[in-house]
């Protein structure tokens, strides 16, 4: 199994820096993406990195990550709260998953504090701004690496 890492990206997150910064803070997606390949090289894994609206799109890409992929960094933004349907592709997937939100969820609405996504992680981070993704890369590199 190559040593790739799936980095799945929930709704809206591709408008980060211009949606609620306030929340979110200024950098975009591209700015996370930037980290994450600048990790990656470092840590020695390569990744995968996708962003998506489409509920089914990103259980597609969970599901053909099963077997390919050392691990999966996931940020089903507001999917997190909703979709059992994530759930079930993600107990399917038989490698690592770390659950990464920019924003503290038990801080945010009630509604967003309970995960089905967390039902399925081995970790979460939450809290930290696009750092988290920084912790999430660094941590899945590590178990690829056994």
Same mark, same amino acid.
């Given at each position: 199994m190559a040593d790739s #890492? +799936? #980095?799945i990206n929930g709704p809206n997150l591709d408008? +980060? $820096?211009t949606r609620q910064p306030e929340v979110y803070g200024h950098d975009t997606l591209d700015d996370v993406e930037a980290l994450c390949r600048r990790v990656a090289e470092k840590e020695g894994v390569t990744i995968d990195f996708r962003q998506s609206d489409s509920e089914a799109e990103i259980m597609k890409w969970i599901k053909q $990550?099963? $077997?390919t992929s050392a691990g999966l960094l996931i940020n089903p933004a507001g999917f997190t709260s909703t979709s059992i349907a994530i759930l079930d592709s993600l107990l399917i997937y038989d490698r690592? #998953?770390?659950e990464v939100h920019i924003s503290p969820l038990? @801080?945010?609405?009630e509604f967003r504090h309970w995960s089905y996504v967390s039902k399925a992680a081995s970790a979460k981070i939450e809290g930290f701004g696009i750092r988290g993704y920084e912790f999430a890369l660094r @941590? +899945?590199?590590e178990w690829a690496r056994g």
């Open positions: #890492i +799936l #980095i408008m +980060l $820096g $990550g099963r $077997g690592p #998953i770390i038990f @801080k945010r609405d @941590k +899945l590199a």
